[in-house]
């Protein structure tokens, strides 16, 4: 690990994008980091039969390293105990947790001025841990417009009216920049068993997920005991039950959202840990036949069965919706919206509470 201190000066900050979109200004003063790097975590090697000849090279005898995560890392000056895993959701990236759209901080920096370690990850089969030991096919499908309805920035072409989203151009093309196919089939499996060698790097430490990440995260605090909590930004898919306690599946206008059964022993590592969900706004509670609002009513309805399932079996996990707190206007990706350090702010009043700073 590299110890050498790293100054990140507040006029980096206003420097501009490559894009040419302009970076908003940090009124946060330098920004000391100790040490940063990145590795690779887990994964499988795959190995084909015969001898290897350097003169007449086919794949013979020739090994490949597939399905791993990659992970880059900051820890700032005098860390708190505990870092924090930042893991994306669907077609994103680390970048999720980076520099927001419109230039400001994410995240990443949001956490490393409150003293946390930050370790953010590209999942197994996606960004800069591409390399996937199972074939798929990436075409240039166009869904720029799907992702403006489904991540509730508004309904295409018109943004909700308190969107917490900046509506420049050059914000919206940065955010449609920042989506990313998956190089191989998604699979909760691999990215857990990913995640689960990636806190045996980190020792201890929180865990936050981003929409279909959140599935993933359970199965990793199930099979890694470094998972000290989780911090959980609108879960979208694999909600886990005990197997015979399954909610009913969930049909919407953007199809049926269904539990998903593991052990009730594995369950019950889920009752462990602090855990807290947040949900955005602009999504009703009641169906609809709009299809990116009713996606959004049936994960926010089974995440509150998945919340009375844990603390029924014993746990400490709780739900919040922003709306019902008088915080108004979050797209689905709350971390990176306008209002993201008064979200920042919630977060680490939990993680306070819990004793987890």
């Given at each position: 690990?590299?110890?050498?201190?790293?100054?990140?000066?507040?006029?980096?900050?206003?420097?501009?994008?490559?894009?040419?979109?302009?970076?908003?200004?940090?009124?946060?003063?330098?920004?000391?980091?100790?040490?940063?790097?990145?590795?690779?975590?887990?994964?499988?090697?795959?190995?084909?039969?015969?001898?290897?000849?350097?003169?007449?090279?086919?794949?013979?005898?020739?090994?490949?390293?597939?399905d791993h995560l990659y992970a880059f890392y900051?820890?700032?000056?005098?860390?708190?105990?505990?870092?924090?895993?930042?893991?994306?959701?669907?077609?994103?990236?680390?970048?999720?947790?980076?520099?927001?759209?419109?230039?400001?901080?994410?995240?990443?920096?949001?956490?490393?001025?409150?003293?946390?370690?930050?370790?953010?990850?590209?999942?197994?089969?996606?960004?800069?841990?591409?390399?996937?030991?199972?074939?798929?096919?990436?075409?240039?499908?166009?869904?720029?417009?799907?992702?403006?309805?489904?991540?509730?920035?508004?309904?295409?072409?018109?943004?909700?009216?308190?969107?917490?989203?900046?509506?420049?151009?050059?914000?919206?093309?940065?955010?449609?920049?920042?989506?990313?196919?998956?190089?191989?089939p998604y699979n909760a499996d691999v990215i857990?068993?990913?995640?689960?060698?990636?806190?045996?790097?980190?020792?201890?430490?929180?865990?936050?997920?981003?929409?279909?990440?959140?599935?993933?995260?359970?199965?990793?605090?199930?099979?890694?005991?470094?998972?000290?909590?989780?911090?959980?930004?609108?879960?979208?898919?694999?909600?886990?039950?005990?197997?015979?306690?399954?909610?009913?599946?969930?049909?919407?206008?953007?199809?049926?959202?269904?539990?998903?059964?593991?052990?009730?022993?594995?369950?019950?590592?889920?009752?462990?840990?602090?855990?807290?969900?947040?949900?955005?706004?602009?999504?009703?509670?009641?169906?609809?036949?709009?299809?990116?609002?009713?996606?959004?009513?049936?994960?926010?309805?089974?995440?509150?069965?998945?919340?009375?399932?844990?603390?029924?079996?014993?746990?400490?996990?709780?739900?919040?919706?922003?709306?019902?707190?008088?915080?108004?206007?979050?797209?689905?990706?709350?971390?990176?919206?306008?209002?993201?350090?008064?979200?920042?702010?919630?977060?680490?009043?939990?993680?306070?509470?819990?004793?987890?700073?």
């Amino acid at each position: 690990m590299n110890t050498t201190p790293i100054l990140f000066s507040a006029a980096m900050a206003m420097a501009s994008l490559l894009s040419g979109c302009a970076m908003s200004s940090s009124n946060s003063g330098p920004l000391m980091i100790k040490a940063q790097g990145s590795f690779a975590a887990g994964g499988t090697v795959q190995v084909t039969p015969g001898n290897y000849d350097n003169n007449k090279p086919t794949t013979a005898g020739q090994s490949f390293h597939g399905d791993h995560l990659y992970a880059f890392y900051q820890v700032p000056q005098n860390p708190k105990p505990l870092p924090i895993v930042m893991l994306h959701g669907a077609f994103q990236s680390a970048r999720s947790w980076e520099t927001t759209s419109d230039g400001r901080e994410g995240f990443q920096t949001l956490f490393l001025r409150r003293g946390f370690p930050v370790y953010l990850v590209d999942q197994p089969r996606r960004g800069r841990a591409g390399n996937s030991t199972i074939a798929t096919t990436t075409e240039p499908t166009p869904y720029d417009q799907l992702f403006f309805d489904q991540f509730r920035l508004g309904k295409w072409p018109s943004y909700f009216d308190n969107v917490q989203f900046d509506r420049t151009p050059e914000t919206l093309e940065q955010f449609f920049r920042s989506v990313t196919p998956n190089t191989g089939p998604y699979n909760a499996d691999v990215i857990s068993d990913a995640m689960s060698a990636l806190f045996a790097k980190t020792g201890p430490a929180i865990l936050f997920t981003h929409s279909q990440g959140g599935g993933p995260g359970w199965l990793t605090a199930i099979k890694s005991p470094n998972v000290k909590a989780i911090v959980a930004f609108e879960p979208g898919s694999g909600f886990i039950f005990p197997q015979g306690e399954m909610p009913s599946a969930m049909p919407s206008a953007a199809g049926t959202l269904s539990p998903e059964a593991v052990p009730l022993s594995d369950f019950q590592k889920l009752t462990r840990i602090p855990i807290v969900i947040y949900y955005g706004d602009n999504f009703p509670v009641e169906p609809t036949t709009e299809r990116g609002q009713d996606n959004w009513r049936v994960r926010l309805a089974m995440a509150r069965l998945w919340v009375d399932a844990i603390n029924r079996h014993g746990g400490d996990a709780r739900l919040v919706h922003l709306p019902q707190i008088g915080i108004r206007g979050n797209t689905h990706f709350l971390m990176s919206d306008l209002n993201n350090v008064q979200i920042a702010d919630l977060v680490s009043k939990f993680l306070s509470e819990k004793k987890l700073d």
